[in-house]
């Protein structure tokens, strides 16, 4: 069991490790609801060709911090920079390095999933024979191609997830961003995913994950980051924590981020 | 706690919550206050109609013959056809279907809130004051209130049970459904203003004529259908013939009323458990990949950067595959062939055509203050591409662009089949005034989308507006009042110089004029776009809760 007081001593990301370009840098991100601070003076660098996986339990911050990292939420304070460039001073060029598969998904719901590729395809200025290519080898890999009419109205909750990735993979992106990818999404189009995952990261794309699955954080990340109130208690390589902190992912997380409540004398009407 | 009174204080605190602000507070405040002013003006009527026929003694017979219903039937068509928006807030009984609650319960209770409702309420106090008007003009005034409640479980019944029907067609989010309910739902309105004209036809006296030997026929009918029975009960009650009034009133009403709740009550519990999503688009065998990325919205226009295109070629699906599309363009298409036939001649003519244009631009409003209403979650997606603001509002702005002009076209092309006399000077007028329209509605439209955006939900029972402000709403009518002002300046100009070639040039001066308005705006918009996108992009996405 790893005390949080203790984990104090391994947050400074990647210290051991020989400099690598840096990806994306977050320097004093804060952002403010009224007097609730949601995110709290976030520091954080994440190397280039990593696989980070972002958790914190609900309330964390995490979908906040990802949509101020994408330009989806303006930041009360503090800087972003992607790939060395300012979000805020050069929006259009990042967005043209970044892929982002939002929690609540950015799709409109009366084009159908081909139409909807185009349509991102062609807001990122892409090639006509070039969109035509990728929107069919997408919609092939994700398994998307088999109602091609249906409006993504129609779609259910993981074809839905899956075309917003396909979306968010149409123009090549250096770094991509997932909040949540994988709630709501059956077995079999979450193994599409994975495998996909795993398949960008061997060819050096960057990947900012959000998750409540350890297991996959677990099995995907090269590093994390973990948040609770805003703040961020630890971060770095995921083999590295776990090795000093002599457990397992999901033991690690529960005791940093508050540990586990007693169930005795609670539900008592119960059974 | 009970049932019932859970959900009403379930109704007051989702009312109470949605109260974040007090922007949100002033807004609600603003509306319920533009609401008020319609429902003041029907109490207003209704009050008028009862003193009416109190104290003038010859409104009496008219109105029991056959005036009564005629007007009361226009009012039921009239609430029936704004039942068509979805704008109703029945309980939605698929919210209920895991909680131990009987439907009957919450029918009933959806029937006693329906008297609430607006087109209700533009309803009710003329049904009051003609139906109280009489009891109490004649002496009756039992039989009034009698006949007075028994009309309002009836129209409560079926406003209910039409609220179902129209919301159980639209469950299946089936296109085709929808597409054929929006032109059913046009062609009964255009039918309406249609069939009071068709009468004073000479084909429409032959029919009346035809029809003449069946009135007494065509009479009983009338008298068994719910509004015709009203009229039955008090002339029999005039008349003495007491015991036949009431029981043909009890009966009448009784089969008609249990009719509507029965179908009401069964569809709302088929709503419960309907599919929310269907699909319905034909599946392509496994292995076999579909020749699915020719899409429309790979069109390229010259001259005119992709970016620009592919947000013109999504806005036009989004127009085909919206029902409302097809009620705008049917009612802009039959009310300028209707009244504002280019037949007349001189400056009478050119009224009507800058009348009639300014008319198509009403029906397209919705369009030009909304521009971002159905766009809903998907506008998130204008954050994360590398587009320039500028961009997006020309390309959203000349979609509109192109369906008004195809709307314009389309009357001007028809005028000329009925007319044929379609000038030079009425298509020079016809084009100055839509140009000069377009740039003016786009200017504020813009401005209004930016500042109070909201959101429209198409294709969903639940079709109404939301986050939707009042000011816009005001902003609007002076939009649409400005603009009438503007166009008429020419005319007024030319007539009241007698100089009619000032027209030509006034009209060409007004186009190069609002068009640079236009351009000079658009960069200041697209700056303040950028900066309110967040806002936007919450309101387009914050749900109201409905149950």
Known sequence: MVNPSEVAQFTSPASSVTPAPIALRLRHLTRRFGDFVAVNNLNLEVRRGSFLGFLGPNGAGKSTTIKMVTGLLAPSQGQIEILDRDLEAEPIAVKRLIGVVPEDLNLFDRLTGAEYLTFVGRMHELERHVIAERTAELLHVMELEEKPKALIIEYSHGMRKKISLAAALIHNPQVLFLDEPFEGVDAVAARVIKNLLERMRERGVTIFLTSHILEIVERLCTDIAIINHGRLIVSGPLDELRAQAGTNLEDYFVNLVGGERPLADTLSWIG | ?547
């Open chain 2, 1 to 547: 706690m009970s049932q019932l009174h859970t959900l009403f204080w379930l109704r007051y605190r989702i009312f109470r919550n949605s109260l974040t602000t007090r922007g949100e507070m002033a807004r609600k405040i603003l509306n319920t206050v533009l609401l008020l002013i319609p429902v003041l003006l029907s109490v207003g009527i209704g009050i008028g109609l009862f003193l009416l026929l109190l104290f003038v003694e010859q409104a009496r017979t008219p109105i029991m013959n056959g005036g009564m219903t005629t007007v009361l039937a226009t009012l039921l068509f009239l609430m029936l056809i704004s039942q068509s928006t979805g704008a109703s807030s029945h309980f939605d009984p698929s919210k209920f279907a895991l909680f131990p609650i009987k439907f009957g319960k919450l029918y009933v209770l959806n029937l006693m809130s329906a008297v609430g409702e607006f087109s209700m309420l533009m309803v009710l106090p003329s049904m009051a004051g003609m139906l109280l008007g009489l009891g109490f003009a004649y002496g009756h005034i039992f039989g009034g209130v009698i006949v007075f409640l028994l009309a309002l479980l009836w129209v409560t019944s079926l406003f209910i049970c039409t609220g179902m029907l129209f919301a159980w067609l639209l469950s299946g989010r089936k296109r085709s459904r929808e597409i054929l309910f929006a032109l059913l739902i046009g062609l009964m309105t255009v039918g309406g203003q249609l069939l009071p004209r068709f009468f004073i036809t000479p084909q429409g006296r032959g029919l009346m004529r035809w029809l003449l030997p069946y009135r007494d026929i065509i009479t009983t009918v009338i008298d068994w259908t719910p509004i015709g029975v009203w009229s039955f009960f008090f002339r029999h009650l005039v008349e003495g013939e007491t015991a036949t009034a009431y029981i043909r009133l009890v009966l009448v009403c009784g089969i008609w009323i249990s009719l509507a709740l029965a179908i009401g009550l069964r569809l709302f519990t088929r709503l419960a458990t309907s599919p929310r999503a269907s699909s319905t688009a034909s599946r392509v065998p496994r292995g076999k990949r579909a020749a699915a990325t020719n899409t429309f919205l790979s069109f390229h226009l010259p001259f005119v950067p992709g970016q620009i295109a592919v947000v013109i070629a999504k806005e036009l699906r989004y127009f085909a595959r919206n029902p409302a599309t097809y009620l705008t363009i049917i009612s802009s298409l039959i009310f300028p062939l209707l009244f504002f036939r280019t037949g007349r001649s001189g400056t009478n003519s050119n009224l009507w055509i800058s009348g009639w244009i300014v008319y198509v631009f009403a029906m397209n409003l919705q369009y030009f203050a909304g521009l971002f209403a159905y766009d809903a979650a998907g506008f998130r997606l204008y954050l994360l591409v590398p587009i320039r603001w500028t961009r997006l509002l020309l390309g959203k702005n000349a979609a509109i662009w192109l369906l008004v002009t195809t709307q314009i076209t389309l009357v001007l092309l028809s005028a000329e089949l009925l007319d044929h006399n379609l000038t030079f000077e009425k298509v020079y007028i016809a084009g100055c005034s839509m140009l000069s329209a377009m740039a003016m509605y786009s200017v504020v439209g813009n401005y209004v989308s930016i500042y109070f955006p909201y959101r429209i939900n198409f294709g969903v029972p639940a079709r109404r507006r939301e986050n939707w402000s009042g000011i816009s709403l005001l902003v609007q009518f002076a939009l649409l009042f400005g603009v009438m002002g503007l166009l008429l300046l020419p005319i007024g100009a030319a007539y009241w110089f007698r100089a009619p070639k000032m027209l030509y040039f006034l009209f060409a001066v007004l186009v190069v004029a609002s068009w640079t308005v236009y351009f000079l705006f658009l960069e200041t918009q697209a700056k303040l776009l950028a900066a309110r996108r967040f806002d936007i992009a919450e309101t387009l996405t914050r749900r109201t809760e409905k149950v």
